[in-house]
T-cell receptor, first 118, second 113 residues
């Protein structure tokens, strides 16, 4: 199988604090991981692409200083929401690309992290 | 910009019926397509994928059809069950290595007993 985990599954924090979300590929190595956010009843919006050992690539409109991404190993990427505010409350989902040898690499998604900022 | 979209936001069917969920894409460079199922409060779950050199692919109770001429993708679910109730997203990708998936807006499938 191809399992991706996220931790924590939900978090409530006070405005102004920072929150770290972990994304792990449990049974495969992932050179590329992706971070998405999803608002209620909406689709997934790509925030950034994380490559192991290099800087993340952020989508237009996503503040890289606010959403810090670190991909230190082939099985772990972290997203830190710095100085969180209520508008950052959302469902954050990561995915990991499982390399099958071809360019059509399947992405597997984590279960998501529900962030609520009070 | 180019994006992947779905024709209908909701689809209601009876248990046992066959369901067809449609998706139109606009990026002619896309050559890999995936259907995901997302249940409430969970991450997307891979269902089935298809490459652009194919026009049909079958899985267990699911079939994906690709019509490149009209840039249309569909997911057929046979003998729909209540457990199939979820939001279904189509997503596309291109040959460029590392390119992230582009997701459509989603179709909510409701299956009644």
């Amino acid at each position: 199988g191809a399992v991706v985990s996220q931790h924590p599954s939900w978090v409530i924090c006070k405005s102004g604090t920072s929150v770290k979300i972990e994304c792990r590929s449990l049974d495969f190595q992932a050179t590329t991981m992706f971070w998405y956010r999803q608002f209620p009843k909406q689709s997934l919006m790509l925030m950034a692409t994380s490559n192991e050992g290099s800087k993340a690539t952020y989508e237009q409109g996503v503040e890289k200083d606010k959403f810090l991404i670190n991909h230190a190993s082939l099985t772990l990427s972290t997203l830190t929401v710095t100085s969180a505010h209520p508008e950052d409350s959302s469902f954050y989902i990561c995915s990991a690309r499982k390399t099958s040898g071809g360019y059509t690499d399947t992405q597997y998604f984590g279960p998501g992290t529900r962030l609520t900022v009070l | 910009g180019e994006s992947v979209g779905l024709h209908l936001p909701t689809l209601s069917v009876q248990e046992g019926d066959n369901s067809i969920i449609n998706c139109a894409y606009s990026n002619s460079a896309s050559d890999y397509f995936i259907w995901y199922k997302q249940e409430s409060g969970k991450g997307p779950q891979f269902i089935i994928d298809i490459r652009s050199n194919m026009d049909k692919r079958q899985g267990q109770r699911v079939t994906v059809l690709l019509n490149k001429t009209v840039k249309h993708l569909s997911l057929q679910i046979a003998a729909t069950q209540p457990g199939d109730s979820a939001v279904y997203f189509c997503a596309e990708n291109t040959y460029q290595a590392g390119t992230a998936l582009i997701f459509g807006k989603g179709t909510t499938l409701s299956v009644s007993s």
